[in-house]
């Protein structure tokens, strides 16, 4: 069964920076696309950024430019390098695998709250 726990978040002013960490089991990052994504309070879940098994990545137009996903194999842990953060990235940041079959279960997700 694949595990996703999610962990970096925080409480940062605007224009800070968080690196968001997402230890995964059960499933090799390696051989899967990966994704990150964010609900905020009252709104749906929206797709952040992904990457997929051949290192292409995919961003929102409202991170584009300040947000990189990448991997590390060998801790077959997924990141998400937030720069420049702005209020409205404030919301609860959670990590999947976005196979045709649905999404994997759900962590329990990394809050970031941006505000001065």
């Known amino acids: 069964q694949v595990q996703l726990v999610e962990s970096g978040g925080g409480l940062v002013q605007p224009g800070g920076s968080l690196r968001l960490s997402c230890a995964v089991s059960?499933?090799?990052?390696?051989?899967?696309?990966m994704g990150w994504y964010r609900q905020a309070p009252g709104r749906q879940r929206e797709e952040v950024a992904t990457?997929?098994?051949?290192?292409?990545?995919t961003y929102s137009d409202s991170v584009k430019g300040r947000f990189r996903i990448f991997r590390d194999y060998a801790k077959n842990t997924l990141y998400l390098q937030m720069n420049s953060l702005k209020p409205e990235d404030t919301a609860v940041y959670y990590c999947?695998?976005?196979?045709?079959?649905?999404?994997?279960?759900w962590g329990q997700g990394t809050q970031v709250t941006v505000s001065a």
């Open positions: 990457i997929t098994t051949g290192t292409r990545t």
């Open positions: 059960g499933a090799i990052i390696r051989d899967n696309t």
């Open positions: 999947n695998i976005p196979r045709p079959s649905g999404f994997v279960s």
